[in-house]
């Protein structure tokens, strides 16, 4: 197995999208093969040494960040094992680009939804971090599709997981045998979930639950995910998507009320797979590089409807006379029904968190970038309530994400050290908040090493040491993922 030692060739390797500076590690390692990342692990094993597992490193937490110990990067295992078209189902390496697994699929007329905005991530990235996204509105997270692991464990053995196969008892214990045959026995954490639409913060629990729930999202800490069998579904005959601007930010949160209840109430026809939001300091922020952005607007929305040949009209009038309602700038907005322009769309969406983290970059401070989702029932007030603090703290920010699932990104944009102080400080002061009206600390982006405290905050020692449990169980040397989700500092 290849592996690099020079500094230099070391360097891309200590740090991801989230800027989280001080990574360090002895070499990386590039497994070709499921064998190749099970004898990495039992040599790492045996010497105590800790692995960090490297997808695409666009996560934005700081999950494949290794402070000391080998980094295992899956770039050289990404081949697309298969497609059945027929049972709609991929088996891929964990290295598989997403753009290039959503490609494939599309030639065979099918269609994979996990649609987490940065498409260079490995498909392997985004189910250890149960990654969403715009279109989880409709079509949920990660976790959805995945219905079948292959995980190389610490020890270097392999745990073979499907779908419906392993089921806990009622009081969320479960047993895994590994293909060497032993058993290990799990018990799944006793915290009550925050009723969110979406959260990925902590291992998965429920009572029962599925094994392969826990891996999914458990952020490299518990295995090597090293092949992945996916769910897929038919490819939509067509879209109808829109950016639509307000003038005014109640008629624009009134439109998403309205399109999320339609949305939701299969009967009537209308329903978005995505619903977005820009608010006015983000459609300042990428002006340049979309100058035809109408002036003076409070925010804007955008939407994607998937429609047929025989429903196209009606849901066309559906969306206007709703817009109308809610007096969006129809003049100014945009709206598309070809690949081609839906396409720009999606590149005005996605301009806006690489600016972000080129600004966060150019001014030499750390990501300070919320991931929270709080329930519908305090959306509203809780955006209020940040927006309120930002303005007063006169620090440069933006505010955009998946507002149809309560979810927002407020990227802080401090200039100097003393406004990345007070930008750590007022993010504290939304974590309590987000706490407080019932949320999740981080509903897409992971905890990584980066929110380790926060998750501490949310959850508390108690949950904690029952999440540290189960790693013990599965990782007994603790080697995997150091420093992701469970700080040791916060550990009995
Ligand atoms: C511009 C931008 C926009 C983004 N928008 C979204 C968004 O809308 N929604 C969203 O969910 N995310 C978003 N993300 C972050 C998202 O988490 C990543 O894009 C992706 O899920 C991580 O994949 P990766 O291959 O880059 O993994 P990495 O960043 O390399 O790793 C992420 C974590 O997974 C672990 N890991 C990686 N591969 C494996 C494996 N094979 N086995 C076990 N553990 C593994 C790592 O150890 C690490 O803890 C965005 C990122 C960027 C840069």
Known sequence: MQAKTH????????????????????????????????????????????????????GTVGGAIPFGGVVISMERMNR??????????????????????????????LFYPPDPTEWSCQVGGTVATNASGARSFKYGATRDYVIGLTLALADGDFLDLSRDE???????????????????????????????RKNVSGYFNARPFDAIDLFIG???????????????????????????????????????????????????GLGASL???????SLAFIHEQFPETPAGMAGAIFFEQETTAETEDGLFEAWNTLLEKHHADLDGSWFTTTEQDREKMRAFRHALPVAVNER?????????????????STFA????????????????????????????????LPKDDDEAMRSRHLYGRFVAQAIMVGGTVSAEHGIGKLKSKYLYVMMGERYLNEMAE????????WILGRGNLLAVDDLQ
């Open 7 to 58: 500094p230099e060739e070391l360097i891309n390797y200590l740090t991801d999208a989230s800027n989280m500076p001080g990574g360090y590690a002895e070499r990386v390692l590039f497994p070709q093969t499921a064998a190749d990342v099970a004898a990495a692990l039992l040599d790492a094993s045996d010497a105590g040494v800790g692995v960090t597992i490297a997808g695409a490193r666009t």
């Open 80 to 109: 697309i094992v298969s497609i059945d078209k027929a049972a709609m189902t991929a088996t891929v390496e964990p290295g598989v680009i997403l753009a290039d697994l959503a490609k494939a699929v599309e030639t065979e007329g």
């Open 166 to 196: 392993n089921i806990s008892d009622e009081s969320g214990q479960i047993e895994l045998v590994t293909r060497g045959g032993r058993t290990i026995t799990v018990r799944g954490s006793t915290y009550k979930r925050p009723d969110v």
């Open 218 to 268: 458990s952020e490299g800490t518990l295995g090597v995910i090293t092949e992945i069998r996916l769910k897929l579904l038919p490819k939509s005959e067509s879209f109808f998507s829109g950016i639509v601007f307000f003038a005014r930010h109640d008629d624009l949160l009134a439109f998403v009320d309205d399109a999320k209840a339609l949305s939701f109430d299969c009967g009537v």
């Open 275 to 281: 619903i977005e939001y820009f608010d006015d300091r």
């Open 360 to 376: 966060v970059v150019r001014n030499g401070q750390k990501k300070i970038g919320t991931d929270m989702a709080v329930p519908d």
């Open 381 to 412: 007030g809780f955006l209020k309530y940040q927006k309120q603090m930002l303005d007063a703290s006169k620090i440069d920010y933006v505010i955009f994400g998946h507002i149809g699932d309560c979810h927002l990104h407020a990227n802080l």
């Open 470 to 477: 189960i790693k013990r169980a599965l990782d007994p040397n």
